[in-house]
């Protein structure tokens, strides 16, 4: 081989060698976990079913700081009222119909149980999106019709609302995300395994996003297709449960021992918590002095917290909004076959000495809470809402 030749070989490799390390550093966990520099100003919550009642209970609860809400497939705030019964028979399955709390809402504002509010409004929460298929027979139309009404009273302007669309046959969709990923079908079949369902090009997290932070349609065109699943990094979650642990918080017992002695497993005590949760950082987010976005993402019942990282959607948006995307997680449960609405279940569940999370949800009607005070859940002392307010602060912590 001529000199020349050895040369333009050795460029090649040098440009390889500099091309892999780019790889290498801009396409693997980088070891940060949470300390990412987030703009704490641009903070917004979304999630699905129980995710949706928990993200609608933090932006409530921390309307100071969180600017927009998205609720997909959920109910309304404040609609179970510490009750099991109330949350299955009324807020999920509409009998009776469920009611908008607002005045409740503001009533624990006046109280300093969550963020004050100036002249009756939040000072930070402006925008809400709000989707649900008139088909879902997990969560029926009644309660998205009361979750559009409290959000609208509450944050003083009217959530932008979709109901589905027979064009993607989203308008009969199952209950669940709907994303383009999705790996389960469309209409309810009773073979579920992600709930995450794919109605043609029908995509919620993209929908939800733009109402967010455009309030306009989203530009297909800007959507990143291609995420590799070793982009989506998990952090340390346990370790912000045992921050919350160590101020002695009172968690309600989830099985009996014996048959009769109310017990709390170590799932209860983490408060049914994971211990990882999950982070997607898109590339223009890397950087030391990156200030970028924050959204929460937070999964449904049922659901497995990186599936949900992985195929629910948002992670396409990350880039174009420079937005860094946590998904907290909980802990699965054995999750139990069948619809919630199948059945009524009974006033009695309401007494039992033990409060169990079988299908693996968030606390939105107050599981965590002691039998006759079921109200801390929807407060800034919940304790899962207090380790989501840690992963927050991690988050946008300036990075020094």
């Given at each position: 081989m001529s000199k020349q030749g050895v040369r333009v070989c050795a460029a090649l490799l040098g440009c390889c060698a500099t091309m892999l390390a780019t790889l290498g550093t801009a396409w693997g966990d980088d070891g940060r976990g949470l300390r990412r520099g987030g703009d704490p100003g641009e903070v917004t919550i979304s999630g699905v079913s129980a995710g949706a009642a928990m993200a609608i209970q933090y932006a409530v609860a921390h309307s100071s700081s969180i600017r927009g809400v998205?609720?997909?497939a959920g109910p309304a705030w404040g609609c179970a009222d510490g009750s099991v019964s109330q949350a299955i028979n009324?807020?999920?399955c509409g009998s009776p119909v469920p009611a908008a709390r607002v005045d409740a809402a503001r009533a624990l504002a006046a109280s300093g149980a969550i963020d004050p509010l100036s002249s009756?409004?939040?000072?930070?929460?402006?925008?809400?999106f709000v989707f649900h298929s008139p088909n879902d027979k997990t969560v029926?139309?009644?309660a998205s019709a009361a979750n559009v009404a409290f959000l609208g009273a509450f944050i003083g302007q009217p959530p932008s609302v979709d109901l589905g669309n027979p064009a993607d046959g989203s308008d009969h969709a199952g209950h669940g995300i709907l994303a383009p990923e999705g790996s389960d079908a469309c209409r309810?079949?009773?073979?579920?395994?992600?709930?995450v369902r794919r109605c043609g090009a029908k995509d919620n997290a993209?929908?939800?996003?733009?109402?967010?932070y455009l309030g306009s349609a989203p530009d297909p065109t800007r959507r990143v297709n291609a995420i590799p699943a070793t982009e989506?990094?998990?952090f340390d979650q346990a370790s912000l449960v045992e921050r919350v642990k160590a101020t002695r918080v009172r968690v309600s017992p989830d099985e009996l021992r014996f048959g009769f002695i109310p017990w709390s497993t170590q799932r209860r005590k983490n408060f049914d918590m994971a211990a990882k949760g999950y982070l997607y950082v898109p590339p223009s987010c890397r950087g030391q002095n990156a200030l970028c976005k924050v959204h929460v993402a937070l999964h449904g019942c049922k659901q497995d917290a990186k599936t949900f990282a992985r195929e629910s959607g948002y992670n396409h948006w990350a880039e174009h909004y420079r937005m860094i995307v946590v998904y907290p997680a909980i802990e699965p449960g054995t999750n139990l076959a069948g619809e919630a609405c199948s059945a009524r279940l009974p006033e009695l569940a309401d007494y039992s000495a033990v409060e169990p999370n079988v299908n693996g949800c968030w606390d939105w009607w107050g599981y965590l809470d002691s039998v006759g005070s079921r109200t801390r859940y929807l407060t800034k002392q919940?304790?899962?809402?207090?380790v989501i307010e840690h992963i927050v602060r991690e988050l946008t912590s300036p990075i020094h």
């Open positions: 998205g609720s997909i009324s807020c999920m009756g409004k939040p000072a930070a929460l402006r925008r809400a029926v139309t009644s309810l079949d009773r073979q579920e395994k992600s709930y993209g929908d939800l996003l733009h109402a967010l989506i990094w998990s919940g304790p899962q809402m207090r």
